[in-house]
Nanobody, 116 residues
Framework: QVQLVESGGGLVQPGGSLRLSCAAS????????MSWYRQAPGKERELVAV???????NYADSVKGRFAISRDNAANTVYLQMNSLKPEDTAVYYC??????????WGQGTQVTVSS
């Protein structure tokens, strides 16, 4: 079992920045790939960024150059640094962990609202 708790969401003006955190507990040593997803009202959940156990990363085209995913394995935490935020980035952001052997866990989500 792995528990994921996101934090860091909030209201920010266009062009601003936020840093999301996702802290893992439980069998965190078995976590491999960690990802951030988001879901806007009326839309499907979409992948934002992913970081593997070897720290390789991938991003959705819509956030490349603006967002950065990182992880601190000692702290069992993954981060999402979001810069140059746009109103279309408004969504609930979810953390997802792939855990050996074949389990997937989700956090409860944190709201990010970009508005003036």
């Amino acid at each position: 079992q792995v528990q994921l708790v996101e934090s860091g969401g909030g209201l920010v003006q266009p062009g601003g920045s936020l840093r999301l955190s996702c802290a893992a507990s439980g069998s965190a040593s078995l976590i491999r790939t960690m990802s951030w997803y988001r879901q806007a009202p009326g839309k499907e959940r979409e992948l934002v960024a992913v970081i593997s156990s070897d720290f390789s990363t991938n991003y959705a085209d819509s956030v490349k150059g603006r967002f950065a995913i990182s992880r601190d394995n000692a702290a069992n935490t993954v981060y999402l640094q979001m810069n140059s935020l746009k109103p279309e980035d408004t969504a609930v952001y979810y953390c997802r962990a792939f855990v050996l052997p074949t389990y997937t866990y989700w956090g409860q989500g944190t709201q990010v609202t970009v508005s003036s």
